[in-house]
C-alpha cells in the first residue's frame, strides 16, 4: 500500500517563496504522474501540478509560470517550488502519489496525505 507524506508548508508573506517535499512508500506506478492538489473549505480540491516519471508536468490555470514541479524516481520524492506567492494561494497542499494524465482533465488516485498548510500573509 502506498503512503506519502508531506512537508514544508508554513506561513509566508506575499511575494514570497516556499518548497513543498512529498515522499511516497510502497509500490509506486513510476509511469502515472505524481503531483499536488490544494484545498480550501469552500471550494473542490484543485490540481496544482502534476509531473510523471519521464518528467512530463501539468499545471493549474493559476499558476501562471509561478511555481515549478520537479520529481525524484530513485526517492519516490516529488517537490513544488512556489515562487510569488499571493494570499489566494492559502490552502492546504495535498500529495498524490498517483495521478492519470488524460488530455484535459486528470484522476487522482483515493491515495492522499496529511496535507501541508500554506498561509500566504503579511
Known amino acids: 500500500q502506498v503512503q506519502v507524506v508531506e512537508s514544508g508548508g508554513g506561513l509566508v508573506q506575499p511575494g514570497g517563496s516556499l518548497r513543498l517535499s512529498c515522499v511516497a512508500s510502497g509500490s509506486i506506478n513510476s509511469v502515472n504522474a505524481m503531483g499536488w492538489y490544494r484545498q480550501v473549505p469552500t471550494k473542490q480540491r484543485e490540481l496544482v501540478a502534476a509531473i510523471t516519471g519521464e518528467g512530463t508536468t501539468r499545471y493549474g490555470d493559476f499558476v501562471k509560470d509561478r511555481f515549478t514541479i520537479s520529481r525524484d524516481n530513485a526517492k519516490n520524492t516529488v517537490y513544488l517550488q512556489m515562487n510569488s506567492l499571493k494570499a489566494e494561494d492559502t490552502a492546504v497542499y495535498y500529495c498524490?502519489?498517483?495521478?492519470?494524465?488524460?488530455?484535459?482533465?486528470?484522476?487522482?488516485?483515493?491515495?492522499w496525505g496529511q496535507g501541508t498548510q500554506v498561509t500566504v500573509s503579511s
Open positions: 498524490n502519489p498517483d495521478i492519470k494524465l488524460y488530455d484535459g482533465f486528470q484522476i487522482p488516485s483515493t491515495t
